[in-house]
């Protein structure tokens, strides 16, 4: 599978193609989706209205081309944090996490992703001068904390 992440490089029409397959999608939990959830004392099965406001930031093709799975950063669930889904073709949450808001992914491996091969020099990094920011995940503890799926 080719792998995609918009700070690397997306394909020109991309976000239009996943939000019409998203039009058309009824968004399910898979297992693990439920599994992860139960496991931090709360679920929560977002509304499409919720996924369509948020952004698509990384998005997987298969072997025939088309889009298998994508990721959407949810930033209206919660003052201090956002929530990323990950969803299939079919329209199931594979899985999901909590980011704080600040989280910039400045350690975020490019040469995974098409497109990244470009040398260092030749990058436009959306966090040059920010010392901030990690890629830890959210400890689960301060999940309960959330409230999930309902906007602002």
């Known amino acids: ?43 929560c099965i977002p509304t499409k209205q919720i996924i369509e406001a948020g952004e698509i930031f990384e998005y997987y093709r298969n072997k025939r081309g088309g889009v298998e799975k994508f990721a959407v950063r949810c930033c209206n669930v919660s003052k201090d944090y956002d929530v990323i889904y990950v969803i299939n073709l079919y329209g199931e949450l594979v899985t999901s996490w909590v980011n704080t808001k600040s989280e910039l992914h400045r350690d975020m491996r490019r040469d995974v992703y098409e497109g990244g091969n470009i040398l260092p020099s030749e990058r436009v990094s959306s966090t040059q001068g920010n010392e901030k920011g990690s890629r830890r995940k959210t400890p689960y503890r301060k999940w309960k904390s959330i409230k999930h799926c309902s906007s602002r």
């Open 1 to 43: 599978m080719k792998r995609y992440h918009k700070e690397v490089f997306f394909e020109v029409g991309v976000v239009d193609e996943i939000k019409n397959m998203l039009k058309n999608m009824d968004l399910r939990p898979t297992r693990h989706f439920m599994k992860s959830w139960m496991q931090r004392g709360n679920v």
